[in-house]
């Protein structure tokens, strides 16, 4: 039942009359084997055998794949970079390089990790299999090539890719779910804290500022008393809107719980946040907001605290001094900005 290699160079001779646009048929001990065609599919093949490239290259190509070859482990990694496979076969005996260490750097890169690897391996090599697979290998074919095994299998771990794909881009979808907050779009608290937390991380290894502004919508209560909570949903939106005018592509917005706000101002030291928190609040207060034909005014107090290139502070301890200097707002009247004073501790 195998199809031995002199059969597919027997086989490759024959190219040149067959039409790749219709099925093919390989003989297979008694029976016929249909080659019928299959959605197109970039598989890579890393062989040094150029004899072995082309065969496996006209038997995917007629199957209706989309084959790259590739000599070697410099020429597999070039193509790699260019354009991710979606299945890789590949010898496991290489010049140089062997395609076992083809494979751990595969696995070890995040990028191409997910990539199905089929191994190519002589049927006694029992070692280099059991390395292979331990490596990471999702299947093995051993040589000679049994053409309808190969082609199965081709299948079943495309499939497999595709799904491990799908399941990824859905996890990925959640977990962005996850972090923001369903009403504004923004990020949640949830997230504040774990981007605060790298953040400080980032500005104590590059010696940088970073700052915080927490913000709360004056007497938000009343929008809602006075025109529901639709309309405060709604209201809230649009405050979000008029925040993000003010803010860097790489600042973080954030709702912290009901009206109150968070942005995370990356290598921004006091005075520029000072700057940023003025900006917003004369935004909004000059910014007349009109939903279902209720025109609404809103005010917002900020607190800012900034943790300079020298200090060690945890993510907790910059929003318990952001919210001090935002108390200080409220007292002082509303409406404005307060900087939290290490020193005085408010």
């Known amino acids: 039942m195998s199809i031995f290699f002199p059969s597919f160079l027997n086989f490759l001779a024959t190219r040149s009359e067959m039409s790749l646009s219709s099925p093919v048929f390989i003989e297979v001990g008694m029976g016929m084997y249909s080659i019928q065609k299959k959605p197109a599919s970039y598989i890579l093949v890393v062989d040094d055998d150029e004899d072995i490239r082309s065969l496996f ?8 794949y989309e084959v790259v070859t590739a000599p070697s482990c410099k020429d597999c990694f070039e193509i790699i970079r260019k354009n991710k496979p979606g299945l890789i076969i590949l010898d496991i005996l290489l010049p140089g390089e062997d395609g076992i260490e083809i494979l751990k750097k595969l696995r070890g890169n995040p990028q191409f990790a997910s990539i199905p690897v089929i191994l190519i391996s002589a049927l006694r090599d029992t070692d280099h299999i059991v390395r292979g697979l331990q490596a990471g290998a999702n299947d093995y074919v051993t040589k000679p090539i049994n053409g309808p095994i190969l082609l199965a299998r081709i299948e079943t771990h495309l499939k497999l ?10 996890k990925d979808i959640l977990s962005k779910m996850a972090a923001l907050d369903e009403l504004t779009g923004i990020y949640n608290r949830r997230f504040l804290f774990d981007i605060l937390t790298s953040e400080i991380e980032r500005k104590t290894r590059y010696k940088r500022s970073l700052s915080l502004l927490m913000m709360d919508i004056d007497h938000f209560k009343r929008v809602n008393d006075k025109h529901g909570h639709p309309v405060g949903d709604k209201t809230l939106q649009r405050f979000v809107d008029l925040v993000g005018t003010s803010l860097r592509s790489n600042d973080v917005f954030c709702r912290y719980g009901g009206e109150e706000f968070c942005a995370i101002l990356p290598e921004t030291d006091t ?4 700057k940023v928190a003025k900006r917003i609040q004369s935004s909004i207060e000059e910014t007349s907001i009109t939903i279902s034909g209720i025109q609404i005014y809103l005010t ?15 993510a907790w301890e910059i929003i318990e001094h952001s919210d001090k200097a935002l108390y200080m707002a409220k007292r002082n009247g509303r409406n404005c900005v307060e900087v939290y004073n290490a020193l005085k501790g408010k």
């Open 57 to 64: 290259k006209f038997l995917l190509e007629n199957e209706g």
């Open 161 to 170: 890719g595709s799904l491990v794909n799908r399941l990824k881009r859905q």
């Open 271 to 274: 005075t520029q946040a000072e």
């Open 300 to 314: 917002v107090s900020i607190g800012v605290v900034t943790s300079g290139p020298d200090h060690e502070q945890s």
